[in-house]
């Protein structure tokens, strides 16, 4: 580090001592909407200089919009963002300018450029619109100087390993100015060793007098770094807290703590086994998995993001190879790595991003709602527009798709309608078995309740279900057995009687 | 006007009303609509212009012009369906051209055979760009870009590079042929064009064809083998090139291996104008039609105006960036009227729905919520 930069470094901390409050970023009563669902609901956060505030809650409580706005990448609805007193405007370059410096989730350095390169990337040192080199490395080491000054400018980006690419998202973010560093899920692809390394910077950087903000879903390691725990749910602030006065069991219930509504489903007499998954290992993804799903009954892999469960469902499906295992329906072999096969043998798939994975914009909604059936709706090799009309017409009544007309784009249509036009794809084909991946993800309150009773109607038809859900109360309602992954591996099972939110949690969160 | 009748107004029926309903149908027929009016409005100037526009001859030969490119378009189309592209056309219509001729004059084949054979070589031609595309994963543009040096290679080796004449009197046959005086090459052109047509509407391939171009990801995650389907397109636009090299040959009356040269850009330019988007899943064959006569008129319009030989190229290059301009503000346009639907359609669903939720499906988190007592404990920060 330079003479110049840590004068500024102890001036920045003096006059952060010095100014009564303390806070670097605060955050007031922020509501943030998104169509159809409320984000945030009046949330309060605030992080002091010299302290590492940690955000927590499920995936969806609200983390990330929380920080997108602190980071001034949204507007909020109602509310402000405060640094260091002064109004922030929605605006990440203002935001940056006033001395906000974000870590985003996914690492975002461009492979074929060097350390040094990334680092003034879209700020490069230019005289007369020609980049300066030596200027560039000579601000780059100083950047590098107050994170990592192990690591070489000239090092391509590609050559880092995930940690130390992660190093120099932080050089590249903080500046001579930074006040508060947000780092979101900053340990996700980090190993134990290059956790101990980052948490030493954030150490650092504390002690310089940053203020922190750490998103993770892992409650030890919060427990780690945090001086102050602050728990989102459902966009609500439950409550912020010391670390000191907290404990991890506490944390989780304040994360899930919502009341499980009295399950209606009766247990059902064991029936047949429709699928099963016999030791079925993708290296390096998932490992070991082996589940069986009987007629009529729902089972539920729960599990944080990135724990392996929607590459689990790709495997089932033949969308990824898997390099160890078998997959049968009806107790016949399922061919690997082929959906049309997976298809046929009686599987169905209703894939997490619905935009990417199900729909095809362009088309009309009844185009989109039997393209998985052609093979019905077209005998002798020619599409009837009778029975294209007939399977969409019963479709739209038996889920009450709401729509103009089934020739309008389904890109017209809302997320719940979306969502129950690819529903209706596959429930034409009378699957055995149905794989649904985040069902009611993006979706408004109404149609998630209609969605998961289109779930529980299925299974009382015989359907064998394998669901996939982030969301515990759904998960609680609808499921019969609950298989729980962590790190690519079941790592519990739990059935009606023992399923919990924090039985779940224990399973999920710890290691 | 308050949200309600904008609600009204834009369920209303009538055309500007099914527009911003997103329907597609009416969509697709602004599309040809647009492309009719300039085509309407451009034969009308031309015809104040010249009197010669006007004529039978005129009119026929514009047709008639038209199409080989018309022919190779419709392959095109279906490999840009999906999401592709295909350069390597004007090369194998060369190819095909020499095949067709040579095979008989040298090789003393069967003329029939030799057709098929030279078919048979166009579809050999899709099938290696469609598997160096599905398999080995070569870029479209590159894979077809080595095949058509490779097939106009070939033809020149083949050729000796001189024009192979003259032709089995088949070729010049068919070339006079006229059916209720119509020349028969324009009546086939047509009857192609309602075949891919119908192929595309209405069977399961063309479905796929449309799904695999519209979102890829989504159409195998349906139980579409997607390869199969970019496979198969590719080797339609293989076969309809080598029918416009047996249509060229009749027209020269030589097999020429110099045919077609250009012939991919003019035949890709005509399939975007004609409203298929380069992106994939979206355009019909009516409109690619549309396409290739506008591109005839504009050549047309230059013969008849005696627009002096070199000034071709430009006139052609700005008259296609000029309709691909108008198609992209058309289609802004289109896009802002879907927006707007989609915005106001959610407003209206959540109108519609106001019937209250059922109190049992959410679980009631204020009520019953056990967990007061350590929330309580935490200081709210305020």
Known sequence: MTEKSQALWKADRQSATAAAAEHVLVARGICKSFPGVAALDYVDFEVRSGEVNALVGENGAGKSTLIKIMAGF????????????????????????????TIHQDHNLVPSMTVAENIMLGHWPSRFGIISKKDQTKRALDALGRVAPELAPGTLARRLSPAEGQLVEIARALSEDSRALIMDEPTASLSS??????????????????????????????????????????????????????????????????????????????????????????????????????????????????A???????????????????????????????????????????????????????????????????????PRWVISAEREREIVSDA??????????????????????????????????????????????????????????????????????????SELPEVLALSDRVLVMRSGRIAGELDRRSMSPESIMNYAATV | MNSATQVRSS?????????????????????????????????????????????????????????????????????????????????VLALASVLCVGLPVFQGLPVWLSMVIALGTGACIGLINGLNVTVVRIPALIATLAMMSVARGTAFLYSGGRNIAPVPSVFVNIQAARVFGIPLVILFTLALGVLANFVLSSTPFGRSVYATGGNAVAARLSGIRTNRVILASYVISGVTA?????????????????????????????????????????????????????????????????????????????????????DVYRRRIVEAGLRRRSILGRKDETATKGKPAEPDQKPDTAKANDMKGPEAAYDRPK
């Open chain 1, 74 to 101: 949204y507007a909020p609805d109602r509310g402000e963002i405060r640094v260091n007193g002064k109004h922030l405007r929605a605006d990440p370059t203002a935001a940056h300018k006033a001395g906000v410096a």
């Open chain 1, 193 to 306: 060793p290059e956790i101990d390394r980052l948490f030493a910077l954030v150490n650092e950087l504390k002690s310089k007098g940053l203020g922190i903000v750490f998103v993770s879903h892992w409650i030890e390691e919060v427990f780690r770094i945090a001086d102050r725990i602050t728990v989102l749910r459902d966009g609500k602030l439950v409550g912020s807290a010391p670390s000191a006065e907290l404990d991890q069991e506490r944390v989780i219930k304040m994360m899930v703590g919502r009341a499980v509504h009295e399950i209606t489903s009766s247990a059902r007499e064991p029936d047949k086994v429709v699928l099963e998954v016999r030791n079925l290992s993708r290296y390096g993804v998932v490992e070991d998995i082996s589940l069986e799903v009987r007629k009529g009954e729902v089972v539920t892999l729960a599990g944080l993001v990135g």
């Open chain 1, 308 to 378: 392996g469960r929607s590459e689990v469902a790709s495997c089932i499906f033949g969308i990824d190879s898997y390099d160890a295992g078998e997959v049968l329906v009806n107790g016949k072999h399922v061919a690997p790595n082929d959906p049309t096969a997976a298809m046929q043998a009686g599987i169905g798939f209703i894939p997490e991003d619905r935009r990417r994975q199900a729909l095809i914009a362009q088309l009309s909604v009844s185009t989109n709602a039997t393209i998985a059936v052609l093979d019905r709706v077209a």
């Open chain 1, 396 to 469: 739209t009544r038996s889920l009450a798709i709401k729509m103009s007309s089934p020739r309008a784009r389904v890109s017209t249509l809302s997320g719940g309608n979306q969502q129950k036009v690819v529903l209706a794809r596959w429930l034409a084909r009378k699957p055995s078995v149905l794989i649904l991946d985040e069902p009611t993800k993006g979706v408004d309150v109404g149609a998630k309740a209609e969605i998961s009773e289109i779930i529980l109607r299925l299974a009382s038809q015989g359907t064998a279900i394998l669901l996939i859900s």
């Open chain 2, 11 to 91: 369920l209303r029926p009538g055309f500007l009303g099914k527009i911003r309903t997103g329907n597609k149908a009416v969509l697709e027929a602004v599309q040809s609509l647009g492309l009719c009016t300039v085509i309407v409005i451009g034969s009308i100037l031309l015809g104040l212009a010249t009197p010669v526009f006007f004529t039978r001859i005129n009119i026929e030969n514009l047709f008639y012009s038209s199409t080989i490119i018309a022919v190779i378009a419709i392959g095109q189309s279906f490999v840009i369906l999906v999401a592709g592209i295909d350069l390597s056309v004007g090369a």
């Open chain 2, 242 to 326: 080598a029918i416009g090299g047996l249509m060229i040959t009749a027209r020269l009356e030589a097999g020429a291996a110099t045919a077609g040269v250009g012939a991919e850009l003019t035949v890709i330019s005509a399939v975007v104008i004609g409203g298929v988007s380069l992106f994939g899943g979206e355009g019909k064959i009516g409109g690619v039609l549309l396409g290739v006569l506008l591109l005839g008129l504009v050549q047309n319009a230059i013969n008849l105006l005696n627009v002096p030989p070199n000034y071709d190229y430009v006139v052609s290059g700005l008259v296609i960036a000029a309709a691909a301009a108008l």
